[in-house]
């Protein structure tokens, strides 16, 4: 009865007080080194908050249209704040990653290889639609706004365009980045795009034949009163 | 060894003249046609006006490919007889050199500043290279007051259409006179005089590599002149005539250059403009005449339906750089028909001080934001021309002292909503 006890119920206690003995100074330096990272994070957010704001790029981020784009999604804090807690979570990531390393379970280092080997690729993939994003506003806006000038009744639909046109090339580089359907997404935004300016084309050709056919006769026969300058100078 | 932007070959006779008393500048490009007179008169003047002093006609080109530095060359050979391009007769020298650097208005002044300076010059002027309306007279009346009754820059007056220099009219002129204080009607004449100290205060500002030495000269003269203290006043010259193909015909550019530069020097010069209140009249040499008014083509209704299409489109930019009561304003001048299309200096003042409150807090791209006061500029400009069509041009001018004095009382508005930061 002994023998049985010993084998049933003290010797599998034994081994497990033993694991958890083996166990332990692992599982508390993977402790130790997740607190250190919360720790750091918090001090790297105060210091990079105090950098962003002494740089001034809440005003820069005002003008380039990325506080819209922010405020669309529904956020309300600021730039600054925003990237100083990307900073300090990215920091909190990278120490909860070596911690669980320090726990020496096989299957989670496995698994946390392959994530930390694609992580560059969301970062490069993040900063091709930012700037994609902006630069799809800058070139928008100032198409926009040319049209506008130059008296095109369809200033919005060219503005909006040409500002489609940037970010959607951006998310093919991103989705490219991300190695999500490569040639596909490729081929797709090839075939999207040379059918956006074909139907464009087909459709300026057929519904504005008789305005081009003016257009070059009045060049051909000289201004009519209407295309007259103003003789006004402005200088 | 001290550096000098200027050419080696123009550096060599800016030496071999060693001193002068008086420079004339002629920046040129593809002015073949005009640039002939213009030295003519310019030699002339000198001769007549100051036959004691010796004075030196620098030529700077920016690049010209029709021949513009062989004209001048053979105008100075062909009025003294001499072989060499830079001469004595009547002591006046002739330089003639491409400008040093990109060929842009900043290194051609730059290059005049310089030889004003080597050349210890008391007094200089610049004159445009596409005038036909200059004569002798203009050397007179823009040297005379530098060098007799001691003025540091002469600002020109010119006898002009009641529909020329809108830009100037209704948005130049009173901003400047309401920022500094002086009633400089034409702050951005491009032929002024200036003594030798303020070409070499000139030479000393860091200006040379911005956009205000590409496009803005002639307005940061003025206002360097202005902001700094120096004496000015200003000269009636006549009517300006002018080579019709160099007048540009991209508005929006326009607008952006001169107001760009203007708003730019708000910055450079806010602690001086904001204690400014009100102006005083400034000496002005010669009496004006009133102008005849030949009748213009101009198509109000093309003016008013760009307006009516920035109102469409561009209504986000507006709704963020305007004050609530003026967008008010803006959309039930959209609705308004014939005669009732009027924009009043009150709500006129108020876009243009918001535009500038807008580029100072860097609210969008600046070149994006000036750009899209353009069909606001055609709105005011079919109202100003609905309101004057019938109105001689002192009544013109009346109309423009009205739009002035605006400008200076709401300039506490300006004043108030610049030092406030951005919500």
Sequence with gaps: ?235 | MEKYLIKEEALEKTREIKEADLLVGIPSFNSAHTIGHVVQAVREGLSRYFPDNRSVIVNCDEDSTDGTMDVVKNTAVNSSGAASLSHKGNHVFIIVTPCHGLPIKGNVFRTFFEIANMLNVRACLVVDSDLKSITPEWVELLMKPLLVEGYQYVAPLYYRHKYDGTITKNIIYPLTRSLYGKRIRHPMGKDCGFSGELARFYLSKDIWGTDVAKFGLDIWMTTTALANGFKVCQSFLGTKIRNAKFVNTDLSSMLYQVVGTTFNLMEMYEQVWSTVSGSEEVYTVGSQRAVGMEPVFINLDRMIDKFKLGMKELLKIWEVVLPEETMNFLYRLTYMQGREFYIPDEVWTKIIYSFAIASHRNVFNTEHLIKSLTPLYLAKLASFVRETWESSSSEVEEKIEKLCLVFEKEKEFLIKNWRVERK
Excluded: C
């Design chain 1, 1 to 235: 009865m002994d023998k049985l006890f010993q084998k049933v119920i003290i010797e599998p206690f034994h081994m497990f007080f033993e694991n958890i003995l083996q166990f332990l100074p692992n599982f508390l330096t993977s402790l130790l080194i997740l607190v250190i990272g919360l720790i750091l994070g918090r001090v790297l957010n105060t210091i990079f908050l105090r950098i962003f704001r002494a740089i001034g790029l809440d005003k820069l981020s005002e003008r380039s249209g990325v506080v819209d784009l922010i405020r669309k999604g529904g956020i309300k804090d600021s730039v600054s704040v925003l990237l100083a807690r990307s900073v300090r979570w990215i920091i909190v990531i990278i120490f909860a990653i070596i911690a669980l390393r320090a726990l020496e379970i096989p299957t989670i280092e496995g698994l946390f290889e392959r994530f930390l080997l694609y992580l560059p690729n969301v970062f490069v993939a993040a900063i091709i639609l930012l700037f994609g994003y902006l630069l799809g506003n800058f070139f928008g806006r100032a198409a926009l706004i040319a049209s506008v000038n130059a008296g095109i009744k369809i200033a919005g639909v060219i503005g909006k365009f040409v500002k489609f046109t940037v970010f959607l090339l951006a998310s093919t580089m991103a989705l490219e980045q991300l190695g999500i359907g490569k040639e596909t997404i490729v081929i797709a935004f090839a075939i999207i795009f040379g059918g956006v300016v074909l139907a464009l084309s087909i459709a300026f050709g057929l519904g504005g034949q008789d305005t081009a056919r003016q257009y070059i006769e009045r060049k051909i026969k000289g201004g009519t009163e209407e295309e007259k300058k103003d003789e006004i100078s402005h200088l």
